[in-house]
């Protein structure tokens, strides 16, 4: 197997070559075969170990493992504890993600504090079964049926190509130890399910099925490659981006063959996961839209509008000071001896018919105001309407009240009853400074 190895990076990483290399080492089969292989290799390699503090002592036997091992081969060794589970209630995420975030994190940190090439990871061509099995069960597109990747970025899994039985069998021939983590024999997890109860039967019956199977994600790959070339085309042709959003034309896009197909390729690494509700706002009125955990895709008249979520607390208000505000816009409040000529931007305002503090928050549904130069209230949805103002860009949208009252729909309009009249004693210029 270490001839294959070595093989397998002069082939698949050459760029590893003569770099400094961080193992992600649990102490676990794969990852200790991983270290003595890279070791044996002649490559300068650290380990990097993360207890999660899930399984007391036996996460602490772990640790200490992997720092003795790291001892024995007289390589340097990085050891962090975390308390995972705090984490994940903090950040209302379950544990196995609040791990996941903590190592890689962690692993970041690292290599960028002790200038380390690349991340290595020990996943094995049974996990990429395992990880095709779990997508096809959740349902995915071809990208969610390619596997695991060999490289991401700076995270490479030189072991992608060797099985568990191969690996077993190298740790066994040389008379490795490692640890085994008794969390990996409980069917809690779909994954584990898979491993313990599942895919044996599978390989009863198939005794070429990892062999099939790497074939098979060959061709899936292949295809994958063809699908990225041409979508690098149709997104040419029918997508724009702005500085925070994209811009879908849905004409253009119709008038390609799979139009569905396209679109699910176009918005596929977004979060969505109801595609027919995706696919119905092609032929939807202007205004509905869909959600995905991080983005909006919304229909403004001939363009699909995907934006991220805003995650500002949109009732959140902010006292504004005679002298005006810097955070979370800044606002110039400034006398003025004369009126000039009213921007988007900037406001002539009477001082005596405003009450300071003045607020400013975010639009809301219901809110009214007395646009410049008219005599009725109007709703600021009626208003933003008549503008052709987007969903997404009324959300960005600020007011500056007083009394309750809007004095400015800020880089819009202002409202009457503030405006500057000829019994005014004293004129306040406000300016919206964009950043």
Request: charged share 30%; proline share 3%.
């Amino acid at each position: 197997m270490l001839t294959r190895f070595k093989k397998n990076i002069e082939t698949n990483f050459p760029f590893l070559l003569g770099k400094k290399l961080l193992i992600a080492c649990s102490g676990g089969l794969d990852s200790t075969v991983l270290t003595y292989l890279l070791k044996q290799s002649n490559y300068e390699i650290a380990l990097a170990h993360c207890n999660f503090s899930l399984r007391g002592k036996e996460s602490d036997g772990d640790e200490m493992f992997v720092i003795g091992l790291a001892k024995n081969l007289q390589i340097p060794v990085f050891a962090e504890t975390f308390d995972t589970k705090k984490f994940a209630k903090e950040h209302g995420i379950s544990t196995q993600m609040a791990a996941r975030d903590l190592r890689y994190n962690w692993f970041a940190e690292i290599l960028n504090d002790f200038k380390y090439d690349y991340l290595l990871t020990a996943h094995q061509l049974d996990d990429d079964l395992e990880t095709f099995f779990i997508n096809l069960s959740r349902g995915t597109g071809l990208n969610g049926l390619t596997g695991i990747p060999k490289e991401n970025n700076k995270i490479v899994r030189p072991l992608l190509s060797f099985s568990r039985e191969e690996i077993l069998k190298f740790a066994e021939e040389n008379h490795l130890k490692w640890r085994e983590d008794s969390s990996n024999k409980k069917t809690d997890y779909l994954r584990n399910k898979l491993r313990l109860e599942v895919l044996p039967k599978f390989k009863e019956s198939n005794e070429s099925l990892l062999k099939n199977f790497r074939k098979t994600q060959q061709n899936l790959q292949a295809s994958q490659n063809l699908i990225e070339d041409y979508m690098a085309l149709v997104y040419k042709l029918a997508v724009s981006k702005n500085d925070d959003s994209y811009k879908i034309n849905i004409q253009k896009l119709k008038e390609l063959p799979h139009t569905e197909a396209l679109l699910y390729e176009l918005l596929n690494g977004f979060g969505f996961t109801e595609w027919e509700d995706v696919s119905n706002l092609l032929d939807a009125q202007t205004g509905k839209q869909v959600f995905s955990k991080t983005h909006r895709l919304l229909k403004n008249r001939e363009e699909l509008l995907l934006t991220e979520i805003d995650s500002e607390n949109l009732d959140e208000e902010s006292l504004v000071s005679e002298a005006g505000i810097t955070s979370p816009i800044t606002l110039k409040i400034a006398p003025s001896k004369y009126i000039g000529e009213t921007e988007k931007n900037l406001i002539y305002v009477a001082s005596e018919k405003l009450n300071f503090p003045l607020r400013l928050r975010k639009w809301r549904s219901g809110d009214t105001f007395q646009p410049f130069g008219m005599k009725g209230k109007k709703k600021l949805s009626k208003f933003f309407k008549d503008e052709k103002i987007p969903l997404n860009e009324k959300e960005k949208i600020w007011l500056l009240l007083s009394g309750g009252k809007i004095v400015w729909v800020i880089g819009h309009r202002m409202d009457d009853r503030f405006k500057v009249a000829e019994n005014t004693k004293k004129i306040l210029k406000i300016t919206y400074l964009k950043d």
